[in-house]
């Protein structure tokens, strides 16, 4: 006789992964792809992924702003139409080793890169009491790369059902340089050219941070879990923003506009929050936050230009009551805080006009946040109510009047008050047919001090999303969603109304997909923002149109055995430093 010993395979082990190449055009063309990969044998998991993303669109920015100049008013109009060529490329390579069934250890190691090549045409024109008054021509050529590299390790014990040990240490590393060079040509009442003005700008940046974390999870019953811990960050910023004017063949330094900035700042913080559960219909969330912040910012002129030490506690509770299978009510109250980005502390230099720039702010303060939030679901119908105040809100680009020129940067406002009423239902027609909506109306109150006189704005804003799916024949999906926003603030100004409609069709195969989409099918997604305060003779607005409207096709492969258990998915401990690295 003949024996057959068949070996039943693992179906947990192996590899799978997927590959998504992507084409798309707006004005110009975009194309690129992803890769990922997940190896899993025995104890050992090895996973990474490679994206590619090339951009070529366009950009078009238009400007007014008032200066006054003697008993009148200089009006200054500038349109610059942008032509940038963007390349991103982002990596990533980790291992997960398993000692044993309760203790893993791990790394991960992350590089991005960003390449902009920027082209820029603009037109400025000039006019003094309703009559032209001069033009000018700005042509703008630079680039803009930065590199960004994390490194995480990452340890997990798991002593028993419910309670875990953690332990994550980050290191980020940034460099960036971003030199650009305006040719700017003014010509007289008549039209001839009589000067030509150079102008370069230059911005050399990096940025070192370290992060520790260390968390506790457990479980006392199956009514009582909690979370503690503690995270210390250490970040090392230094910024070199020049300008330089060409003046008879030699290049001039602008020490008005050119500023060195470094920066230290170390945030020690410590954490623990209770999962209460009351009884079966009652669930309680209790939370302490203790953050303590040393800030340091020198210049090449000045020392101890910021120095902070500050201590801060963040309280939350969180309450939930489930009447009974259809109703459930919510109210929550938290206290946050909310760091200006890195970019918006490091100077930088931005001209859209001779006289009109934008720059950074080294003195910027964080923000703090008073949340309260009552919720009521009836069913899948949601409505709620949300009241914020943000005390040292951060407003964008906020214009001021220095001189002869408009100097927008981030401010600090004194607050900004917040009453929200949102409410989310979704409904389904059919079988194939589902429809969700979404509807905000929100008050504003907010007060501005960084201006000569205490500037003060009321403003209201109303939020509308649709999103309809359609289920179709042969694993199809149609998607078809719009959204429109009334305007709200931004700072001490005003956004005006904007929207979009997008639509997207998705085609499911055994192994791949394809989808295809098309976004801002109308072109109605156009930024627009004024300001306007009288006290201060400050009046300008802007208008910015990106490239919205963009045709997507985008084929996804499943590659290897789908059913390998997922990796579980680890947070790192920079998670908030890297937001404040997003430009």
Same mark, same amino acid.
């Given at each position: 006789?003949?024996?057959?010993?068949?070996?039943?395979?693992?179906?947990?082990?192996?590899?799978?992964?997927?590959?998504?190449?992507?084409?798309?055009?707006?004005?110009?063309?975009? /194309?690129?792809?992803?890769?990922? =990969? $997940?190896? *899993?044998?025995?104890?050992? @998991?090895?996973? &990474? +992924?490679?994206?590619?993303?090339?951009?070529?669109?366009?950009?078009?920015?238009?400007?007014?702003?008032?200066?006054?100049?003697?008993?009148?008013?200089?009006?200054?109009?500038?349109?610059?139409?942008?032509?940038?060529?963007?390349?991103?490329?982002?990596?990533?390579?980790?291992?997960?080793?398993?000692?044993?069934?309760?203790?893993?250890?791990?790394?991960?190691?992350?590089?991005?890169?960003?390449?902009?090549?920027?082209?820029?045409?603009?037109?400025?024109?000039?006019?003094?009491?309703?009559?032209?008054?001069?033009?000018?021509?700005?042509?703008?050529?630079?680039?803009?790369?930065?590199?960004?590299?994390?490194?995480?390790?990452?340890?997990?014990?798991?002593?028993?059902?419910?309670?875990?040990?953690?332990?994550?240490?980050?290191?980020?590393? /940034?460099?960036?340089?971003?030199? =650009? $060079?305006? *040719?700017?040509?003014?010509? @007289?009442?008549? &039209? +001839?050219?009589?000067?030509?003005?150079?102008?370069?700008?230059?911005?050399?940046?990096?940025?070192?941070?370290?992060?520790?974390?260390?968390?506790?999870?457990?479980?006392?019953?199956?009514?009582?879990?909690?979370?503690?811990?503690?995270?210390?960050?250490?970040?090392?910023?230094?910024?070199?923003?020049?300008?330089?004017?060409?003046?008879?063949?030699?290049?001039?330094?602008?020490?008005?506009?050119?500023?060195?900035?470094?920066?230290?700042?170390?945030?020690?913080?410590?954490?623990?929050?209770?999962?209460?559960?009351?009884?079966?219909?009652?669930?309680?969330?209790?939370?302490?936050?203790?953050?303590?912040?040393?800030?340091?910012?020198?210049?090449?002129?000045?020392?101890?230009?910021?120095?902070?030490?500050?201590?801060?506690?963040?309280?939350?509770?969180?309450?939930?009551?489930?009447? $009974?299978? *259809?109703?459930?009510?919510?109210?929550?109250?938290?206290?946050?805080?909310?760091?200006?980005?890195?970019?918006?502390?490091?100077?930088?230099?931005?001209?859209?006009?001779?006289?009109?720039?934008?720059?950074?702010?080294?003195?910027?303060?964080?923000?703090?946040?008073?949340?309260?939030?009552?919720?009521?679901?009836?069913?899948?119908?949601?409505?709620?109510?949300?009241?914020?105040?943000?005390?040292?809100?951060?407003?964008?680009?906020?214009?001021?009047?220095?001189?002869?020129?408009?100097?927008?940067?981030?401010?600090?406002?004194?607050?900004?008050?917040?009453?929200?009423?949102?409410?989310?239902?979704?409904?389904?027609?059919?079988?194939?047919?589902?429809?969700?909506?979404?509807?905000?109306?929100?008050?504003?109150?907010?007060?501005?001090?960084?201006?000569?006189?205490?500037?003060?704005?009321?403003?209201?804003?109303?939020?509308?999303?649709?999103?309809?799916?359609?289920?179709?024949?042969?694993?199809?999906?149609?998607?078809?969603?719009?959204?429109?926003?009334?305007?709200?603030?931004?700072?001490?100004?005003?956004?005006?109304?904007?929207?979009?409609?997008?639509?997207?069709?998705?085609?499911?195969?055994?192994?791949?997909?394809?989808?295809?989409?098309?976004?801002?099918?109308?072109?109605?997604?156009?930024?627009?923002?004024?300001?306007?305060?009288?006290?201060?003779?400050?009046?300008?607005?802007?208008?910015?149109?990106?490239?919205?409207?963009?045709?997507?096709?985008?084929?996804?492969?499943?590659?290897?055995?789908?059913?390998?258990?997922?990796?579980?998915?680890?947070?790192?401990?920079?998670?908030?430093?890297?937001?404040?690295?997003?430009?």
């Amino acid at each position: 006789g003949m024996i057959n010993i068949v070996l039943k395979k693992n179906e947990n082990m192996g590899t799978n992964g997927s590959i998504s190449p992507f084409i798309g055009y707006g004005n110009r063309g975009k /194309y690129g792809g992803t890769l990922n =990969l $997940n190896s *899993k044998y025995d104890r050992i @998991n090895v996973f &990474g +992924n490679l994206s590619i993303r090339n951009n070529y669109s366009t950009q078009d920015f238009e400007s007014t702003w008032q200066l006054p100049f003697g008993n009148d008013i200089l009006l200054t109009n500038s349109i610059n139409e942008r032509l940038p060529f963007s390349s991103d490329k982002n990596g990533t390579f980790g291992l997960d080793f398993n000692i044993n069934d309760k203790t893993s250890i791990g790394f991960k190691i992350n590089l991005f890169d960003h390449k902009l090549d920027l082209e820029s045409t603009g037109h400025i024109t000039r006019i003094l009491e309703a009559n032209p008054y001069d033009e000018m021509t700005q042509n703008v050529i630079g680039y803009n790369n930065w590199q960004n590299l994390l490194g995480n390790l990452n340890f997990e014990h798991n002593f028993n059902s419910g309670n875990s040990l953690t332990a994550n240490f980050d290191k980020i590393i /940034y460099n960036a340089r971003n030199p =650009l $060079n305006y *040719k700017i040509n003014h010509y @007289n009442k008549i &039209g +001839n050219t009589d000067n030509i003005r150079q102008i370069r700008t230059g911005k050399d940046t990096e940025i070192q941070i370290s992060t520790f974390a260390l968390d506790y999870q457990g479980m006392i019953n199956e009514s009582f879990s909690f979370e503690a811990g503690i995270k210390r960050t250490f970040s090392d910023l230094e910024n070199d923003a020049s300008v330089d004017t060409i003046l008879n063949g030699v290049w001039i330094q602008d020490l008005d506009l050119t500023n060195y900035a470094e920066m230290k700042e170390d945030i020690y913080a410590s954490y623990a929050s209770f999962q209460i559960k009351a009884s079966k219909k009652i669930d309680i969330q209790l939370g302490i936050r203790q953050e303590q912040t040393i800030t340091k910012i020198d210049t090449r002129t000045e020392k101890n230009i910021v120095n902070r030490n500050f201590n801060k506690w963040f309280p939350s509770i969180f309450f939930n009551h489930r009447i $009974n299978n *259809k109703n459930s009510w919510v109210a929550s109250y938290s206290r946050r805080i909310t760091r200006p980005t890195f970019f918006q502390l490091a100077p930088l230099v931005l001209f859209l006009d001779p006289n009109n720039l934008a720059t950074g702010n080294i003195t910027l303060l964080p923000a703090f946040t008073n949340a309260f939030r009552l919720e009521y679901m009836l069913n899948s119908f949601i409505w709620s109510f949300q009241y914020s105040h943000d005390e040292n809100s951060i407003g964008l680009f906020q214009p001021r009047i220095i001189g002869d020129k408009q100097v927008s940067a981030s401010e600090n406002l004194d607050f900004r008050n917040n009453f929200n009423l949102s409410f989310s239902a979704p409904f389904t027609i059919t079988d194939w047919w589902n429809i969700q909506l979404n509807a905000a109306a929100n008050l504003f109150y907010i007060q501005a001090g960084f201006t000569k006189n205490t500037f003060s704005v009321k403003s209201k804003s109303l939020n509308l999303s649709l999103f309809q799916t359609y289920e179709l024949a042969h694993k199809i999906t149609l998607q078809l969603s719009g959204w429109y926003n009334s305007g709200e603030p931004f700072g001490t100004g005003q956004i005006k109304p904007n929207g979009a409609v997008n639509v997207g069709f998705e085609k499911k195969f055994n192994q791949s997909s394809l989808r295809i989409s098309l976004n801002d099918i109308l072109k109605t997604n156009i930024f627009r923002v004024g300001v306007e305060i009288p006290n201060e003779e400050i009046k300008t607005s802007f208008r910015g149109k990106w490239e919205t409207t963009v045709l997507s096709i985008n084929y996804r492969i499943n590659l290897g055995n789908q059913n390998i258990q997922k990796r579980k998915t680890r947070k790192n401990s920079s998670e908030e430093e890297l937001k404040r690295l997003d430009s």
